[in-house]
């Protein structure tokens, strides 16, 4: 039900935009949360937003560079990711919390999408 897209590859520096197509899964007091899997690293939660007030949260590893973003019209999350690096390099998935909290943990979401390959070359 979740779809990660969005993602390829990109010069250092660069830009890309994912989305997350939620299919209308979400919860009142929830949120929609962004992680990312780097190769032979941990998944790891880098950004979420609160379903009842768009709060949003970051990871300082992207704080400033990363925007997250809903439209709910289109039942879609995006993650715009500016001055990309190399250690952004990373599979990213889009995941969907039942009660918001902070930081976004990977054991407090129950729903997972297929991830989107983002690659920076340096």
């Known amino acids: 039900q979740l779809q990660a897209s969005g993602g390829g590859l990109v010069q250092s520096g660069g830009s890309l935009r994912l989305s997350c197509a939620t299919s209308?899964?979400?919860?009142?007091?929830?949120?929609i949360g962004w992680f990312r899997q780097a190769p032979g690293k941990e998944r790891e939660g880098i950004s979420c937003?609160?379903?009842?007030?768009?709060?949003?949260f970051y990871d300082d590893s992207v704080k400033g560079r990363f925007t997250i973003s809903r439209d709910n019209a289109k039942n879609t999350v995006y993650l715009q990711m500016n001055s990309l690096k190399a250690e952004d390099t990373a599979v990213y998935y889009c995941?969907?919390?039942?009660?918001?909290?902070?930081?976004?943990?990977?054991?407090?979401?129950?729903?997972w999408g297929q991830g989107t390959l983002v690659t920076v070359s340096s």
């Open positions: 995941a969907v919390q039942e009660y918001y909290s902070t930081p976004p943990l990977e054991y407090e979401y129950d729903y």
């Open positions: 209308g899964l979400t919860f009142d007091d929830g949120a």
């Open positions: 937003i609160s379903n009842s007030d768009g709060i949003t």
